[in-house]
């Protein structure tokens, strides 16, 4: 007789991991402030929602201090990182206090925006929806700024940028 060492649920969980592992996807840091202190985390589970009105989405871990203290103050920002921000990127996808340490940022909006980031958004949370270990926080927006830049994305566990296509034989 054999025993299985995983369950369905984890082989399916494995299995999605590796199918969205190919799905390329922007890179951002969401941030909020507690108090007089900024807090921000890497995340690329972020995406418009809506345009009337204006809403985006974003996808913390339920045990994230950032989702405490957006459901406190309700104030984030989402900063859209530009292909030359992955070290920010890495930098404020892990754990620790001092993440703002050496990436220069201002406060704007009442939220921490990182200098440099060709995408920036303003939101205020307007509800917070379960969805299995993580929560998605739909904010709506209350400023949005672009500047020119190509984007950081994340494909296949690495980071890279976008590339129209006809441009790789320039």
């Not at 950032?66 to 989402?78: A, M, T, W």
């Not at 990436?103 to 929806?129: E, H, K, Q």
Request: charged residues 20%; aromatic residues 6%.
């Amino acid at each position: 007789m054999t025993t299985c060492s995983t369950t369905p649920h984890e082989d399916i969980a494995a299995s999605l991991k590796e199918v969205m592992a190919a799905v390329c996807t922007p890179v951002s840091v969401v941030t909020a402030m507690d108090r007089d202190r900024p807090h921000g985390t890497t995340v690329s589970a972020f995406a418009s929602l809506s345009m009337a009105p204006p809403m985006v989405l974003v996808s913390l871990d339920r045990t994230s201090e950032l989702l405490g203290i957006i459901q406190r103050g309700k104030r984030f920002g989402v900063n859209i990182l530009g292909s030359a921000q992955s070290a920010a990127a890495t930098a404020f996808a892990r754990k620790g206090t001092d993440k703002f340490a050496d990436t220069p940022w201002t406060l704007v909006g009442g939220v921490p925006r990182l200098t440099g980031a060709p995408g920036w958004v303003v939101c205020d949370a307007s509800s917070f929806v379960e969805g299995g270990d993580h929560i998605v926080v739909l904010g709506e927006v209350r400023e949005a700024v672009a500047h020119d830049g190509s984007p950081l994305t994340y494909f296949r566990r690495d980071f890279g940028t976008h590339m129209l296509l006809g441009q790789e034989h320039r």
